[in-house]
């Protein structure tokens, strides 16, 4: 008998969503069900790549808006091979952040669109890409002021959640959209009915690549 392969469970989102904490709550949710999952976060800042990746977010460095796009995509090529092999043996990932991330950062500074897409085609696509979307920016702002990464200010913000909704809507089939703003509670129950749906699906399905 060949073993199920586990799922592929992308989570995206504008900074302060609460990405961290319902991957986290995932996860848990699955090890406790007996179901064997990793959690990984994209950019993956400890690898070489990822720690330039990591200087240019922290404006330690600063580098041209089309090489640091590049620099994201080349860490999650550099992580695949490994991820797609624990896969097919049965682990189910939960990904916070994926290529989504990628092309929203980098269009919402004035890439084009298909180029940006291009370096993460061939990457594995996702079983179901959890979108947390805030029904108002009112909401995320009394969460706290944003930190001091590079990115993290209310107008860019707002364009890439352009780029985002697009995405939702071009890629409907395996997008699901969920309210950010409602408890943390309530968004977990709702985000693990789904994922328990998918999970049903997913041993059956063969792997599929970004497009
Ligand atoms: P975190 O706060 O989640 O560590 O993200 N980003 C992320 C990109 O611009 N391109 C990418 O491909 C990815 C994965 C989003 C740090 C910032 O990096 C941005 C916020």
């Not at 199920?4 to 302060?16: H, T």
């Not at 979307?133 to 909401?139: N, P, V």
Request: net charge negative; glycine share 6%; proline share 2%.
């Amino acid at each position: 008998m060949s073993l199920s392969r586990g799922a592929f469970i992308v989570f995206e989102g504008l900074d302060r969503t609460g990405k961290t904490s319902q991957t986290r709550r995932l996860y848990n949710r699955l090890t406790e069900k007996g179901i064997k999952a990793k959690l990984i976060h994209f950019p993956e800042r400890s690898s070489a790549i990822g720690q330039v990746i990591n200087a240019y977010l922290t404006n330690a460095q600063d580098l041209p808006d089309e090489v640091i796009h590049l620099m994201f995509s080349a860490n999650r090529w550099e992580h695949i091979n490994g991820i797609r092999q624990e896969m097919l043996a049965g682990t189910t990932f939960i990904c916070d952040r994926y290529a989504y991330s990628g092309a929203a950062y980098s269009v919402a500074k004035g890439l084009h669109f298909d180029w940006c897409c291009s370096p993460d085609r061939g990457l594995i696509k996702p079983d179901a890409v959890i979108y947390l979307k805030a029904s108002s920016d009112e909401a995320i702002a009394s969460r706290g002021n944003y930190g001091g990464e590079r990115y993290e200010k209310l107008e860019f913000q707002r364009k890439v959640g352009v780029v985002f909704d697009q995405f939702c809507e071009k890629e409907s089939s395996y997008w699901h959209q969920f309210d950010a703003c409602q408890s943390e509670e309530n968004l977990h129950a709702e985000i693990a009915a789904i994922v328990d749906e998918v999970l049903k699906e997913t041993p059956s399905q063969s792997l599929a690549k970004l497009t």
